[in-house]
């Protein structure tokens, strides 16, 4: 089943904002854009962080799940620089609940964005 929220921004692209498949959520990357669409690349790495993880919780939590839900999160970097900030805001979010993570530093992102988050979580 295709999920779709207006609480994170529209795909750019042609896929869904998120899929089930049985009791798991799979969530698309999400970018550093505002649930309007405006495109955040101008703004710092971390405000395209918090906004990225902001909009894969808004998507999770369409599909009925909450962040102690989340089961594994990948998160594209642009420059391992950043990677130490990227960890801060995470674990501030995340707090106690530690889902499973991969960071992969890349060169380059669509639009000129800093950062890119994808997820799986489990559905009740």
Same mark, same amino acid.
């Given at each position: 089943m295709n999920i779709s929220t207006k609480n994170a921004p529209a795909p750019f692209g042609h896929y869904s904002?998120?899929?089930?498949?049985?009791?798991?959520i799979f969530i698309s990357g999400q970018l550093a854009a +505002? @649930?309007?669409?405006?495109?955040?690349?101008n703004k710092s790495f971390s405000e395209q962080?918090?906004?990225?993880?902001? !909009?894969v919780l808004a998507i999770a939590r369409a599909?009925?799940? +909450? @962040?102690?839900?989340?089961?594994?999160?990948?998160?594209?970097i642009?420059?391992?620089?950043?990677?130490?900030?990227? !960890?801060?805001?995470?674990s501030e979010l995340f707090g106690?609940?530690?889902p499973a993570r991969s960071v992969v530093p890349v060169p380059e992102l669509h639009?000129?964005?800093?950062?890119?988050?994808?997820?799986?979580?489990?559905s009740e």
């Open positions: 904002q998120a899929k089930t498949g049985g009791d798991i +505002e @649930k309007d669409g405006t495109h955040g690349f962080t918090r906004q990225c993880l902001a !909009n599909a009925g799940a +909450e @962040k102690h839900q989340i089961l594994k999160v990948t998160a594209y642009v420059g391992v620089e950043h990677w130490a900030e990227f !960890n801060k805001i995470y106690e609940t530690k639009h000129g964005y800093l950062i890119e988050v994808e997820a799986f979580a489990l």
